[in-house]
């Protein structure tokens, strides 16, 4: 397992933009395919996106496609989502989290797939 820890978030007003960023331990982050979540208040934690361990395979909710995009800096042990174009409907807590995949370059939009998950770091957009 990994550790994570999120930063980034903040308050923004809807239109606006933030980037979050995400850090792991250990000497193996290339073999993890990572995905960030997210949970709103007295909602489910949802999907938003995934990558792939090298980076070359995204995935997107349809929610937030075409305004979020996830990326990895394998030599700094960082994942990043970049949100722009922020609606209220994205204010939640936002998780990272790891799946260890060493030997699949695709990457999961299911929860339980992930073992490893950060502590959350809250996003709120007002109108």
């Known amino acids: 397992q990994v550790q994570l820890v999120e930063s980034g978030g903040g308050l923004v007003q809807a239109g606006g933009s933030l980037r979050l960023s995400c850090a792991a331990s250990g000497r193996t982050f290339s073999r993890y395919a990572m995905g960030w979540f997210r949970q709103a208040p007295g909602k489910e934690r949802e999907f938003v996106a995934a990558i792939t361990g090298s980076g070359g395979r995204t995935y997107y909710a349809d929610s937030v496609k075409m305004r979020f995009t996830i990326s990895r800096e394998n030599a700094k042990n960082t994942v990043y989502l970049q949100m722009n174009s922020l609606k209220p409907e994205d204010t939640a807590v936002y998780y990272c989290?790891?799946?260890?995949?060493?030997?699949?370059?695709?990457?999961?939009?299911?929860?339980?797939?992930?073992?490893?998950w950060g502590q959350g770091t809250q996003v709120t957009v007002s109108s």
């Open positions: 989290a790891a799946d260890y995949r060493p030997y699949s370059n695709t990457a999961s939009d299911r929860e339980r797939e992930y073992d490893s």
